[in-house]
């Protein structure tokens, strides 16, 4: 069965911190993929990054960057001198690829103030 | 590029009445989503296809009907409206998990049932 785990349900930082988001996930697959979506306060679901199992290299994009560790079935995603305009809530999902469906987790409300 | 297009973007419903969400995409993808967002919650599948003709339900497919005659058109149909369907309803689509590619959203649909 496959589940995506955000145990963050909040945060809240001044801007120009630093702040990772957690993400857990379990699959039985030796194939995967791993993605991280930001809904803004405006509501619409945007893509960030995608990961597949086999690529264990951290990227980096800017100001965001992403920790991915087999090991620990972790997806980490970090935020460098966060800005206010981060404010959103931040869904990890995972999809299985000989499954049918993108499972998300509950996400991470972040919330940055000035 | 439209992407995914749903439409109506908001709707108001009393109890019982019934509803068609209309979702349409033209990036010629196999596979199509909908998801329910209940306020402060992550994303729950309510059903998927996998090409025209094939549905399958998701987690939270009770109340709800969906039918995929074309590859572009993937309505959700909503019986009998009760309170506890009072979400936003996203639909999503992607080229097919064995690809990797990510969900592509629609802007969302707010339902409110009263």
């Known amino acids: 069965a496959q589940k995506v785990t955000q145990a963050q349900t909040e945060i809240s930082v001044v801007e120009k911190e630093d702040v990772t988001l957690d993400c857990v996930y379990e699959?039985?697959?030796?194939?995967?993929?791993l993605f991280w979506y930001k809904q803004p306060p405006s509501g619409e679901l945007v893509f960030l990054i995608r990961?597949?199992?086999?690529?264990?290299q951290n990227e980096i994009s800017g100001r965001y960057s992403w920790n991915f560790q087999k090991s620990t079935s972790s997806f980490n995603f970090t935020i460098t001198a966060s800005q206010v305009v981060d404010s959103a809530v931040y869904f990890c999902?995972?999809?299985?690829?000989?499954?049918?469906?993108?499972?998300f987790g509950p996400g991470t409300r972040l919330s940055v103030l000035p | 590029n439209a992407g995914v297009t749903q439409t109506p973007k908001f709707r108001i419903l009393k109890i019982g009445q019934s509803m068609t969400l209309q979702c349409t995409q033209d990036?010629?993808?196999?596979?199509m989503y909908w998801y329910r967002q209940d306020p402060g919650m992550g994303l729950k599948l309510i059903y998927y296809?996998?090409?025209?003709?094939?549905?399958d339900k998701g987690e939270v497919p009770n109340g709800y009907n969906v039918s995929r005659s074309t590859t572009e058109d993937f309505p959700l149909r909503l019986e009998l409206a009760a309170p506890s369907q009072t979400s936003v309803y996203f639909c999503?689509?992607?080229?097919?998990?064995?690809?990797?590619?990510?969900?592509?959203f629609g802007q969302g649909t707010r339902l409110t049932v009263v």
């Open positions: 296809s996998v090409g025209a003709g094939i549905t």
């Open positions: 990036m010629n993808h196999n596979y």
């Open positions: 699959t039985r697959d030796t194939t995967y993929y």
């Open positions: 999503a689509s992607s080229g097919g998990q064995g690809l990797g590619t990510e969900a592509f």
């Open positions: 999902a995972l999809s299985e690829v000989w499954g049918q469906n993108f499972v």
């Open positions: 990961r597949n199992s086999f690529d264990e």
